[in-house]
């Protein structure tokens, strides 16, 4: 029988070190499945894990899909920081866009510089809202915010279906269920600016939103309550933390982060609201988020790794006849190889013999 | 007598620190052999190498007259060592027996052990009934229990740490029974303690630490307890006198108190009332589990209770939240330091900033001030001389005795009108406890109002000015400390209200 123990002391450096040999042992066991498919691993993983960072036209998709998983998983680590588990994120992402679109569509015609600034904002309280259904009912309740936050992703999904068949379809459209095209609309389409590699306006927000989370983990006090909950909520109540509040706070930042970046998304690469507008940014970035550490820069480059295994997958799909169900595979595998990894630094592995 | 084990320069080292430094001493067969020595002399560490906790670096240790090398506490119950924790591992929703089976390499059938439990328990004068809920069970015969379990292996060496800290002075005289009744049976005892009076009654050898190395042996029945507190700590041991008491006007007020607890296990405060002057230091004594955290947590804001059953300097403030009651001078420095007065993995730096954060302007308008929070915490570390290479390390890292020096020192140094300790020397070393008993003294003769919750009642005779005792959620009638005798204490601390009948009239 085995049976792990604690270890005394765990290493810095191994701690570090395991999002790379995440990294690694997933190609190495990715590739043994794609040999077992009669496909040539070596092709499979260049494809997936080097063509994307190297190609200059998938360097500019790059940071158009990580720049969502950036955002949402940097909302995410600050309440993970606090032990609040917002699984949710795909669903404040949808509400995020469709909350940000309908003010957008509202205003469709009128001109301004300030219209994308609103429908940022108002698609930033959406998702905070979304966030928040499942920090009152924990509140409140006691309710788990896993299984609610979740739950309420296909509830979003399917106010999603209803708006685009209904007050949010094009009326120019000719009946499909889809809103009109925000990117091909000026006052409602993200401005890009360095074009070449694929940073737009959304990407710039969140690099500073980035940035404005490094400095509330590190320098704020609230940042210090957060921390201080995750790690002992019994010393945080002794410093005068309210959980209540910690819970609401960080379940908002979170759903406010996936709902911006739902109208990044809108605004940007996918244009328009249909019912395939959500493709599981949000629960990708929960891998993003740990194999970056909960970190703001490990969650930067987590981010850009990820990005690339989406961007590799489709062209493994397009070139290998891979199917698409491989990548969600070879990120699932990231995350069961972080996790266990993990677990082997804070505890070892021993042989337990049984007692006669 | 024969020898039974020989440690022979036993070594180990930490990142950093050399926990044990070639420890060499021998335990005869049928002794009560003391391990004494200051918080971080590196007694835990010895006694987990023989326990097969932790693998020594260096030495060798002999059982029996054959080479002793145990892999694993399990080894070392097969060869005959057993130990009792100071803290104990036991289920509280199971009873005696189920706890007993759980711990066992090849357990017997229940009804079997149910009588072997039965007997045992009676031939060493520790009755148990074997189908209780520990849950039910108070701390003192928890202790019974982890101490059956191990006598039911048959050890040639039982290793106790720090046993009688939580027991009332009648429950220590039983313990003692049963370790003199064991060691006429040939049983070693590895005693390990602070409180040299008991090492004095109980042992017959004592081997001493100090940062590591062995500094002396003697036998404490040719010693006192002043000659063993000074080669422990390898210096005069100063005996502070008490100051002179002249309260002042009263700073806190607690009238009516009653609190519903809402764990199962814990206890109900029930119409507790007492009143704290200034520069008056209240002893509250009574054994652990009967009301002690409550107390603490409804002074501490943590636990609200209605209004006016708290008032700080007149002021009604039961409803307040811990910061609401440190802008107003009421701070506390609760029981457990891991996970509740301190955050364990976080660094003594951020740790100060915990409560510190408040009075002493730490985070204004809440950005946190880097420089001026480790100012503050070099300041605790310097002037509570805690022992640690500096204010970045992890409070986890220090051992017991100076993370609590941490702990208070960060109270005491932000002035506090009203001060609440919970059991501040718990496994605290006899200098340690002496400083931080002087600092809480020094605090009140500077004007502050001092709580001092203990269940060591030498250390609240020796600081408090009144004095009362704390059973099953009930508080006892504060009185003068002067003139109680330990006897009368203990009684009381037992839950015979005798020497307290009118306190609740």
Redo the contacts between chains.
Sequence with gaps: MLRLEQRQQSSKTMLYLTPVLAVVSTMVVGGALFLAMGINPFDAIYLLFIDPFIDSYNLSQLFVKASPLILIAMGLSIGFKAGVWNIGAEGQFVIGALSGGAVGLALWGSTGWWILPLMAVAAAIGGALWALIPAVLKIRFNANEILVSLMLVYVAENLLAQMVQGVLRNPEGMGFPESRNLARNDPTSLPDFFDPLGIDAGGVVMLLLLAGAFFLLQKHALGFQIKLTGESPRAARFAGVKPGIIIAVTLGISGAAAGLAGLFELTGAAGKLTIDFPVGYGFTAIIVAFLGRLNPIGILLAGVVLAGTYIGGENAQFLLKLPAAAVTVFQGMMLFFLLGFEILINYRVIRVRRAA | MSTLLEINGLSKS??GVKANDDISFAIQEGEIHALLGENGAGKSTLVKMIYGLVKPDEGTMVLNGAAYTPAKPHAARASGVSMVFQHFSLFEALTVAENITLGM??APNRKELSAKIRSVSQDYGLPLDPDRLIGDMSVGERQRVEIIRCLLQNPRLLIMDEPTSVLTPQEVDTLFGTLRKLSADGVAILYISHKLDEILALCDHATILRMGKVVDTCTPKEETAKSLAEMMIGGELEIHAQTEFNPGADALVVKGLTLMSDDAFGTSLKNVNFTLRKGEVLGIGGVAGNGQDEILAVL???EKVEAEMVRLNGEAVGQM????R?VKGLLSA?E?RL????????SLS?NA???G??RKKL?PG???K?RRTNRFAREIIEKFDVRTPGIHVAAKALSGGNLQKFVIGREVLQSPQVLVVNQPTWGVDAAAAASIRQALRQLAADGAAVIVISQDLDELMEMSDTFAVLSEGRLSKQQPSEGLTIEEIGLMMGGDLEGTHHAEA
């Design positions: 930490y990142p390499d090849d501490s804001g943590e939240g811990p910061n609401e440190r609760p457990e996970g509740h007065a301190a955050a364990p993995a976080m951020k900033f915990l409560t954060r408040i985070a809440g950005v946190m880097s």
